[in-house]
């Protein structure tokens, strides 16, 4: 068990801390009777972390149908279909131009912004929660809640005080934002009493009339809040590359390995023109991993692999996907074949690498045979992954 007084006295953070105050927050979205509270959490998450330098409203419409699943828009969604959506550039588009409402999104609209990095807080830690709201701005996350809209009641939530709290076993079926907290929020806001005072601050998307004007607290030990927290910590203007090498359009939905903590992974491309290749982005698939990046110009067979350049090392604290600059870019010629090779250490992984294959029915257009990817053990023997 955790003593959250304790680790609540020796935070590094002030005791109350909301983006509100900080003229960060971005205005409560109503999802109406659509299941795409994924959607509608993860693109106000992205428009705190710009604010307040730029204002934009982002199409929570266009992520729920333009995406590369096949799940209906009722269907719900979750953190790894809206990663997947913003990391392969197929959003975010603005509000304005696919406004929510009529499930009808118009195709050729284009990304105003390219997501480059996105973490992933695993198992409720809570500092590390605060830290990416002061630093980023909100954090999406899920949680268990038995109230369906703003006109709902539970037991669990007191509506006087706007505060839920949640203490059983139930898996998360809501997606919600955290954008701040209170350490010193009394338990006894709550119906059903927590052991200690403090909660998140968190941002819903039923509309103004639920909450506080949208806004309403959970305690910091409801036993879901906080399982999985998305920081989406890196977001560029569209003119930071001007191509995107990838066939993953589903992104992770999957993982594969050795039974070890280590492993390498591959994918070979052909270039589309005269280019240098500024930057690598991969998925991590848990914490405190360190990868070595290698290139390998003018591929012809998987022998390459085993030799290709070292260009870059590094390290990471949190889960998520990375995009790593490459110091010295390298040029490839029209119609070259080059490969990029990822040494990935995962700490208590056994299968470290993700990877992308129709797992279930949301991932029946996912296409295989566009691809050419390898995993190696130890970067000498390659088996290819859409064969195998």
Known sequence: TVDFATVWQDSIFPAYYNLRNEGRDTKVKNQGSHGTCWAVAALSALETTIRPEEELNFAAEHMALKNSFTKKVDDGGEYTMSMAYLLSWQGPVLEEDDPYGDMVSPDGLSPVKHVQEIQIIKDKNIDKIKQAVFKNGAVQTSIYTSLKNSLSRSKYYNREKYAYYYDGNEEQNHEIIIIGWDDNFS?????????????????????????????????????????????????????????????????????????????????????????????????????????????????????????????????????????????????????EKFAIVIRLYTPDAVHPVAVEYAVDGRCENVDLTDAEGYISPYGNDWVNVEKS
Do not use: H, M
């Not at 059903?192 to 941002?203: H, R």
């Not at 491309?269 to 998925?283: D, E, I, L």
């Not at 990868?291 to 350049?309: A, R």
């Open 187 to 335: 338990k006894d806001n709550f119906t059903v009493k927590p052991q200690n005072d403090g909660a998140f601050i968190c941002q819903n998307s039923w509309g103004e009339n639920f909450g506080d004007d949208g806004i309403f607290y959970i305690s910091y030990e409801d036993t879901r809040i906080g399982q999985q927290s998305i920081v989406y910590s890196g977001i560029e203007n569209t003119d930071n590359y001007d191509n995107i090498y990838q066939t993953d359009l589903c992104g992770w939905v999957g993982q594969i390995g050795y039974g070890r903590e280590s492993c390498y992974f591959a994918n070979v491309f052909t270039s589309k023109g005269n280019q240098k290749v500024k930057g690598v982005g991969f998925y991590i698939t848990g914490d405190n991993s360190a990868y070595e990046i290698y290139k390998v110009s003018q591929y012809n067979n998987t022998e390459d692999l085993t030799d290709g350049e070292l260009i870059a090392v590094g390290e990471t604290e949190n889960a998520g996907f990375y995009t790593v600059n490459i110091n010295q870019p390298f040029s490839v010629t029209e119609d």
